[in-house]
């Protein structure tokens, strides 16, 4: 380097060591300071917000209401009432509360299921011995469903499905209400009602 230039380099840096605010003036070339940072949060917020937006509430409520449904018809267990509140919910409040109602269903119907689940087992083995769910026996008294219940069993485990089914026989009944009534049977009378096919079960 030649010596004007090394002179003229150490006058400068002389004079911004005997002047600070010289110094201090000098455009500072570093990245500007965060927002968050200036305003003394030590804990910035994450990225993705933690709270759910009323779509996503929306879709958990559908979600667990299908699932809910599904299981109590697996523990059969009389069908929820459904419909699709949240569509007419306004407030976060009010989906958050329609939510917290089927999530409770949902735990409610998944401890049934895991009760009742032996007992259901045990009326599909007699099931398969019994008949097909639409089958109707040539004796007398005539049986109906894939449980082979008579009218007298109908009538004292059944008078709500009987009632809305239009007095309507078992073997026209969907799984779910058969099985339903079978289980309000089972729990009075075991599984005597099916004496042989209960046998060959290993259930009597």
């Not at 999530?103 to 045990?122: E, F, Q």
């Not at 089958?135 to 009632?163: K, M, N, W």
């Amino acid at each position: 380097m030649r010596p004007a230039l090394i002179t003229a380099a150490a006058c400068v840096l002389a004079a911004a060591a005997a002047d600070p605010a010289a110094a201090a003036s000098q455009p500072d070339q570093r990245a500007p300071a965060s927002p968050v940072a200036d305003a003394g949060d030590a804990d910035p917020a994450p990225a993705t917000s933690t709270v759910r937006p009323h779509g996503s509430l929306r879709s958990e409520i559908r979600w667990t209401r299908r699932h809910a449904v599904r299981k109590a018809r697996r523990a059969a267990l009389p069908i929820p009432r459904h419909g699709h509140a949240e569509r007419h919910a306004v407030t976060r409040a009010d989906l958050v509360s329609i939510l917290d109602r089927w999530d409770r269903r949902l735990r409610h119907y998944r401890a049934a299921y895991a009760a009742r689940r032996p007992v259901i087992d045990g009326l599909m083995c007699i099931h398969t011995y019994e008949g097909s769910w639409d089958a109707v026996s040539d004796s007398t008294p005539t049986y109906y469903g894939g449980l082979q219940r008579d009218t007298s069993f109908e009538a004292a485990y059944g008078p709500d499905v009987l009632a809305y089914r239009g007095g309507a026989h078992a073997n026209t009944w969907p799984r779910h209400d058969q099985l339903m009534v079978a289980i309000r049977g089972y729990e009075v009378r075991g599984y005597t009602p099916w004496p042989a096919a209960a046998a060959a079960c290993g259930l009597l």
